[in-house]
């Protein structure tokens, strides 16, 4: 057996390290770790919960406004307030730009060079990928002059051998597959997606004041003036603006976005028989479409798909999610393979590893600072995959026009969604879906708009001596990593426990107490590689998850200090 350590994972957020081992050149176990460590739910203990969502929201510098979302949404399950209309519109749209524009710098940015060789563009023929491009897409910039200019920017870039993020790819390797034409459509629309982005987020200064770091959400709705007649209020002019900027958002997706990802696809289709995982799938469901805060009424549903069965889709409680210890650096009183639901989370550290440096994790009981979270004991997958299989399976009109479309378009059935490939072509095929539906949630909100109603919070229960002197509550909501979690236990009008389960922390936990895999270690299993010592085929799994250990750990230790990119052990 041949023991690979990758360490760390590039082009995610955070720190993330990977050790696998191989035999007859394809994987046969693996190991997924986080190595930092995340101090938040200490940091919040003690604070007044009004200010919780202000200090959650930087548990990442990419995925904030989700974090501000769930805790505002925790605290006030706990205060038993109910938002109105306007602040839940407005929450909506500031979430589903965060996804649309999430999803697309991923692929372009950090998942599609596991896919497009940079090099092979240098020899392609424009006239080519001008072909190429029409043929799939009506997209305006697709000329032979335009392809043969950013090919020659590309030429520049490489001959100054400041190649940058591009300087540790694998290029040349065997497991490329698309011909240089294709790789050249796809660095001409990295490049465009970079200018794409800046014009996205424009959506969140405008409800949210700033991008990152949303400074308007408030427990009871949103800090945010509404007035048709207010000059600096959010007008019916903004309100036209983001339109506009919506439209803009849904061309670049619907005409570059999904295109690419199915002409990439078609041209790596044995990935749609690996990277299955555990083939148990879990969306917390999220896109309220009325106040009640009923799950019944989210645009995308919640559910629970089990060992692929998608003639079933079993209901989520939130007291069934727990968390176990066993092989992370944790500790809890009454046994770390004892599980704790949230609100009776520890975070308790301590590391008990091999001291750095070190080569693997070998013979490490513990090796990982995420946590193992378990939904009734067992592994879930969380993510765009799960979120469209759930949807497909509960018979989602939009969702399954769509899945259906793209599995005739690559000539798949339904079972290739449960993959690497699968993970990729559903959060494309997300994305379209919530960038068509930003506009249904502004015409609602200008629609209660010229009715009169204006209000955008209700503070009748921010005074703590109208709250009992304990409570509970949780905040439940949809990241675009997947099932993102706080839990919030409030005594005497404090913070006395706070959890926070994160998505990246449901698919890279560590194994439990029964030494069952998390869904990165499992989804590798099986995995061949072309050149182990270049191991992009691992990264191709990894990335389809879009992990973010930002999310799920924090606080580098500087004397592990900087490993290099790929070990052979």
Partial sequence: MTRIVVDPITRIEGHLRIEVEVGGGTVTDAWSSGTMFRGLELILQGRDPRDAWVFAQRACGVCTTVHALASVRAVENALGITIPTNARLVRNLIAGTQFVQDHVIHFYHLHALDWVDIVSALSADPAKTADLAQSISSWPLSSRTYFKGVQDKLKTFVGSGQLGPFANGYWGHPAYKLPPEANLLAVAHYLEALDWQRQVIRIHALLGGKNPHPQTYV??????????????????????????????????????????????????????????????????????????????????????????????????????????????????????????????????????????????????????????????????????????LVAYAAGHPDVKKAVDGALATLQVGPEALFSTLGRVAARAIETSLLAHRLGVWLGELEQNLKRGDLAVADVSRWDPSRWPAHAEGFGMEEAPRGSLGHWVVIDHHAIANYQLVVPSTWNGSPRDAEGRRGAWEEALIGTPLADPERPVEILRTIHSFDPCLACAVHVHDPARGVSTLIDVV
């Fill in 219 to 388: 427990v009871g709705g949103m800090a945010l003036g509404i007035d048709p007649n207010s000059p600096t209020a959010l007008t019916m002019r903004r309100l036209s603006e983001i339109s506009e900027l919506i439209g803009q958002i849904t061309t670049f997706v619907d005409q570059v976005y999904l295109p690419d990802v199915l002409a990439v696809a078609g041209f790596y289709k044995d990935w749609a028989s690996l990277g299955a995982g555990i083939g148990n799938y879990m969306s917390y469901g999220d896109f309220p479409e009325a106040n009640s805060g009923d799950p019944r009424t989210f645009y995308l549903p919640r559910g629970r798909i089990m060992g692929r069965d998608l003639t079933h889709v079993l209901p989520v409680d939130q007291t069934s999610v727990a968390e176990v210890v066993s092989h992370s650096w944790y500790t809890y009183v009454d046994g770390d393979g004892t599980p704790h639901h949230p609100w009776k989370g520890e975070t308790n550290p301590r590391y008990t590893g091999p001291q750095p440096p070190f080569e693997t994790l070998e013979g490490s009981a513990k090796y990982s600072w995420l946590k193992a979270p378990r939904y009734a004991g067992q592994p879930m997958e969380v993510g765009p995959l799960a979120r469209m």
